[in-house]
């Protein structure tokens, strides 16, 4: 069987076993109370995949970039804001770090676009002492089961010629043949997904596309490496954190205008932080706040398809947490 005919009965493999989350028509609206959750699928025997460091120093300066979804003059607008990059899209921002919260794909026409200027934008950082940490949010685990619900026609043939690399000559696999020769589990752009983390620690803030909420914050370790076996390519299963409905990509308790302060509390006791940073959740007015400054909700809803504002979380020591405002210029 040819690598393409792989990924495709690999991905129907995933969605049947993955039936949970069908009942989605669209992924803002709220999440029905889970399932009680059975126990995670453990990281694939012998997974070779290297470790990344979960807890990363303090910084300078740190920011922080909710969802992109594919809208590239967002992203830019974002990162100019940031003090990132200049006009040519190349970094300035010297030593700092800026955590991009997951949720690049989908949605938009950019996709490929976005993960090449991120992939280059991480070099350069860090060559620079700063540093570019991307997330893995649900659209990014989604694309590795081969759930396309929410890709733009012009998205769904942005990687044809990956499948024509991936089949060496077989049969065409069908419109979706390149996104899932590049997306689903195994495939190119899913083992440079794979180099990222679900959740990550920086200074005295945990990020997360969702939230790290309940049991999720004793089981950090576990969800990123599961998460990054399997887009690896090196387990069969998709990972709890794709199929539990309250997991760090998915939960909407964090993003809620009445959040569960307690529970935050709780969860950041556990991970010995100061406070959560999250995506996910579209705050129409804005990046908000709740929990006494303890949790901070970044998606703004600044990708085209939504139309919403250009913003970002600075954060730096010593000082409270900033909006900064951009615009698209």
């Known amino acids: 069987m040819d690598r393409t005919a792989s990924l495709i ?20 609206a709220p ?20 470790a990344l460091p979960l807890r990363l120093p303090a910084p300078h300066r740190l920011v922080a970039i ?28 010297g030593d700092l770090v800026v955590v ?13 676009a976005l993960l090449d200027l991120i992939g280059r934008l991480e070099t350069e950082a860090q060559a620079a002492g700063g540093g570019l940490v991307a997330l893995l949010g649900n ?8 759930d396309f619900r929410y890709v733009t026609p012009a998205g769904m043939h942005a990687f044809d010629d990956v499948a024509g690399a991936a089949a060496a000559g077989a049969a065409p696999a069908g419109e979706q043949g390149g996104r899932l020769a590049a997306l689903g589990a195994g495939g190119r752009y899913a083992r440079w997904l794979a180099r990222h983390a679900v959740i990550a620690i920086v200074g005295d803030t945990v990020f997360s596309h969702a939230g790290v909420l309940g049991d999720w914050a004793r089981r950090v370790d576990e969800v990123n490496r ?7 390519g090196q387990a069969g299963e998709p990972p709890a954190a794709l199929t539990s409905d309250d997991s760090p990509v998915w939960t909407r308790d964090a993003g809620r205008n009445q959040a569960d302060c307690a529970q935050v509390a709780a969860a950041l006791a556990t991970l010995g932080v100061r406070r959560m940073v999250v995506g996910h959740t579209v705050q129409r007015s804005g990046i908000t706040s709740a929990c006494d400054g303890a949790l901070w909700r970044v998606d703004i809803g600044l990708a085209r398809g939504y ?7 600075e954060l730096a020591p010593g000082a409270p947490p900033r909006v ?5 210029g």
């Open 9 to 28: 009965v690999a991905a129907a493999l995933s969605l049947a076993a993955w039936a949970c989350d069908r009942h989605r028509v669209r992924d803002e």
């Open 31 to 50: 999440a029905p109370p889970p399932p009680a959750p059975a126990p995670p699928p453990a990281a694939a025997p012998g997974c070779t995949i290297a």
């Open 66 to 93: 909710g969802d992109l979804h594919g809208d590239l003059g967002g992203a830019r607008a974002a990162l100019r804001a940031a003090g990132a990059i200049d006009e040519h899209d190349h970094w300035i921002g």
């Open 100 to 112: 991009q919260t997951g949720d690049v794909l989908d949605r938009g026409d950019d996709e490929r």
């Open 139 to 146: 659209h990014e685990l989604m694309n590795g089961a081969g």
């Open 226 to 232: 599961t998460a990054r076996c399997w887009l690896d």
């Open 307 to 313: 139309g919403g504002p250009i913003e970002v979380l």
């Open 324 to 328: 900064v405002h951009g615009s698209r």
